[in-house]
């Protein structure tokens, strides 16, 4: 497991459980903070099938850090796991990304939940 704390503003755990990436993401995430989450969302990390996201402890995410929650559902499953907050829930509705990401309603769920084929 590891964690990473950016200036007290933010706090990022990541773990793996077989070919599952379980990311913790909690606090601000903007530009000038989201080097640790673009660590633990490297999409180029190898074995890693689904992507769970554990976002109920964001207070914010601006396009950046957005960007960088998306990067992974190019070409595989990123999973929202938990309750969404508002603020972030209000701007994945309003850019459209909450249709690249699939929902759990905790992260035991967001591991194995099967999920629809994607389509290109």
Request: hydrophobic share 45%.
């Amino acid at each position: 497991m590891d964690t990473h704390n950016a200036d007290g503003r933010n706090y990022v755990e990541t773990r793996s459980e077989g070919n599952v990436r379980i990311v913790v993401m909690a606090g601000e995430f903007d530009m000038d903070t989201v080097e640790q989450l673009r660590t633990a969302m490297d999409p180029s990390v190898p074995g890693v099938a689904r992507f769970v996201l554990d976002v109920a402890g964001v207070t914010f995410v601006d396009s950046t850090a957005l960007s960088v929650m998306l990067q992974p559902a190019l070409d595989r499953p990123v999973v929202l796991a938990g309750e969404v907050p508002h603020r972030l829930a209000r701007l994945l509705e309003m850019t459209g990304a909450d249709r690249a990401f699939a929902h759990a309603v905790d992260v035991a769920e967001a591991t194995v939940v099967d999920l629809p084929p994607r389509g290109r």
